[in-house]
DNA sequence: TTGATTTTGTGATAAAAGTCACATCAGGAA
DNA sequence: TTCCTGATGTGACTTTTATCACAAAATCAA
């Protein structure tokens, strides 16, 4: 049997079909329509997900200048959710929304951690996962600090060539900490 | 029994004391004078340190620019190492050095696993220290992207007070991304 | 298809921050 | 104390990026 999430977690914890299964029935699955939100900013956050299919961005809006800034874009084999409100069991300070047609699979925190302490081996890919989370996080903040605009767009590109196309430029650029006009203006000969 | 390593597993993990000499013994204590160096780009990152004294800063440099970017700082009650290479078993790519004469209590990767596996309680520490550093250094990201110089001054002023006295504003700077002489301007009335 | 909306490119100008240079100030070591 | 080093403040100028404005191109929905 062959599935994105057992592809997923199997990559870091190998799994029987039988494991896999069990992990599969503590989720819940999604389908939403471009712009759908999947997490809205006041709401509680219920589930963390994982996205089988379509691309959603996280953002946060700046309440003084109302802009946006997208600290996170969601595609198939991602996870995506408004972290510090699901783990705390807060409300969103974020807002997920779908920029296409998307599928998702959900978990709630209390079935993850019952997955956790049940299963080894998803204790041990969510542990992996957290800190390779956390060193991507810091290499984009060392990024953001030490590059220029210019190298940010090329190492986006390098990381991401599928997202390229595939999301609007002004989009990246405002993952990019940048606006949309002098990323546009980037590769003029 | 009073310990600063007690307290601070304890916050999120209650510890008797039996439980925190077990945790304990499998640490080792180092002492460090002032520009000492705890971790080296270039060479093996054994252990995961946490400061009991003193203030040390990891900073990784620029191949092109030489300029250094200092991504934290570790002071009483905090952890520091080289993340990446420590959990990939690689060498460093970053340096951590004392600014004060400091004491750190230094685990090995093995003794970690170790500790995580025998002990319910350490590994659910870990895995809280693991999110909430991952949420901080997200907020550290979108201030970086979304906030104003000034802003990120204040807000380094409100988080770390007792951190503005004590380390030379040129690192501080650093740490914001800015340059020390616009970080000096910041408040001319 | 067609009209509307979104995306993208680009000029002109303003604002923010970096860089270089130098002066002053504070603290540590002999 | 006295010298030396590192820390800090600030002027002058340059570079980078944001902002505003508008037009062309692409995409989407009825």
């Keep these: 049997?062959?599935?994105?999430?057992?592809?997923?977690?199997?990559?870091?914890?190998?799994?029987?079909?039988?494991?896999?299964?069990?992990?599969?029935?503590?989720?819940?699955?999604?389908?939403?329509?471009?712009?759908?939100?999947?997490?809205?900013?006041?709401?509680?956050?219920k589930y963390e997900?994982?996205?089988?299919?379509?691309?959603?961005?996280a953002y946060m809006t700046d309440s003084n200048t109302g802009k946006e800034?997208?600290?996170?874009?969601?595609?198939?084999?991602?996870?995506?959710?408004?972290?510090?409100?699901?783990?705390?069991?807060?409300?969103?300070?974020?807002?997920?929304d779908c920029l296409e047609d998307s599928e998702v699979l959900g978990i709630t925190l209390e079935n993850r951690e019952k997955l956790v302490t049940e299963m080894r081996k998803y204790e041990h890919f969510v542990a992996v996962k957290a800190n390779l989370g956390y060193i991507s996080l810091q290499k984009r903040l060392q990024l953001m600090i030490m590059g220029s605009?210019?190298?940010?767009?090329?190492?986006?590109?390098?990381?991401y060539p599928h997202l390229i196309n595939?999301?609007?430029?002004?989009?990246?650029?405002s993952y990019l900490g940048v606006s949309r006009e002098t990323l546009s203006r980037l590769y003029r000969s």
């Design 1 to 45: 049997m062959s599935h994105l999430l057992k592809e997923h977690i199997g990559a870091i914890s190998p799994l029987s079909d039988e494991e896999f299964d069990y992990i599969l029935s503590h989720f819940v699955f999604k389908k939403l329509k471009k712009h759908a939100f999947l997490v809205q900013e006041g709401n509680s956050v």
């Design 49 to 57: 997900y994982f996205v089988l299919k379509g691309c959603l961005k």
């Design 149 to 159: 605009v210019k190298e940010r767009y090329e190492n986006f590109i390098q990381q």
């Design 69 to 96: 800034f997208i600290y996170q874009f969601g595609v198939e084999d991602w996870w995506i959710t408004d972290r510090e409100a699901f783990f705390k069991q807060s409300t969103a300070t974020i807002n997920i």
């Design 166 to 173: 595939r999301i609007p430029k002004s989009l990246i650029a």
